[in-house]
T-cell receptor, first 113, second 117 residues
Framework: KAGVTQTPRYLIKTRGQQVTLSCSPISGHRSVSWYQQTPGQGLQFLFEYFSETQRNKGNFPGRFSGRQFSNSRSEMNVSTLELGDSALYLC????????????FGSGTRLTVV | AQKITQTQPGMFVQEKEAVTLDCTYDTSDPSYGLFWYKQPSSGEMIFLIYQGSYDQQNATEGRYSLNFQKARKSANLVISASQLGDSAMYFCAMREDSGGSNYKLTFGKGTLLTVNP
């Protein structure tokens, strides 16, 4: 079956701009979560959506937002980009049972210049 | 307080030997799940193995096994018969199943494993 698809793979943006990242989960998975990975902070949870509802949000400023559509696809948006937002952004989809694990996409590598 | 601790920033192992990657965790939630992921240099996170807090037996998946010691709050990953392709970053993660922490994974800092020929 198809995996988790994240687009784009690479992105270069200028400080102050905004960016939208997309994630298409595995078919049938209703939960999508987002993580930011940086060398300094490691992997940090951004937010999680289930059936279009945000169930949990990490400790990130309001510039980071997300949403989920009725087909479970999810987007995250970062406004007013800062240099520190440069990171690998990973999306994960999960089935209702955690025993099968969270399946991650290949990530979007965002560079802010 | 750090919830997931991986004390080995880097590990080296000879091909075909076994290696243990350490992970300790901290939680007061009686229901939780522990995960191990592999991240090659390409960046994708690959799910390896899962252990639930109420599971009576240690989880195994092929060459991967999880040495779960609940009282010590440790969940070490054992890789048997290491292969060159096992060279990657390995992350331990936890999901607490109640309260405001559910629906998210908390990751350790990772261990970089290098398999030598």
């Amino acid at each position: 079956k198809a995996g988790v698809t994240q687009t784009p793979r690479y992105l270069i943006k200028t400080r102050g701009q905004q960016v939208t990242l997309s994630c298409s989960p595995i078919s049938g998975h209703r939960s999508v979560s987002w993580y930011q990975q940086t060398p300094g902070q490691g992997l940090q949870f951004l937010f999680e959506y289930f059936s279009e509802t945000q169930r949990n949000k990490g400790n990130f400023p309001g510039r980071f937002s997300g949403r989920q559509f009725s087909n479970s696809r999810s987007e995250m948006n970062v406004s007013t980009l800062e240099l520190g937002d440069s990171a690998l952004y990973l999306c994960a989809s999960s089935p209702d049972s955690p025993r099968d694990g969270y399946t991650f996409g290949s990530g979007t590598r965002l560079t802010v210049v | 307080a750090q919830k997931i601790t991986q004390t080995q920033p880097g590990m080296f192992v000879q091909e075909k030997e076994a290696v243990t990657l350490d992970c300790t965790y901290d939680t007061s939630d009686p229901s939780y799940g522990l995960f191990w992921y592999k991240q090659p240099s390409s960046g994708e996170m690959i799910f390896l193995i899962y252990q639930g807090s109420y599971d009576q037996q240690n989880a195994t998946e092929g060459r991967y096994s999880l040495n779960f010691q609940k009282a010590r709050k440790s969940a070490n990953l054992v890789i048997s018969a290491s292969q060159l392709g096992d060279s990657a970053m390995y992350f331990c993660a936890m999901r607490e199943d109640s309260g405001g922490s559910n629906y998210k994974l908390t990751f350790g800092k990772g261990t970089l494993l290098t398999v030598n020929p």
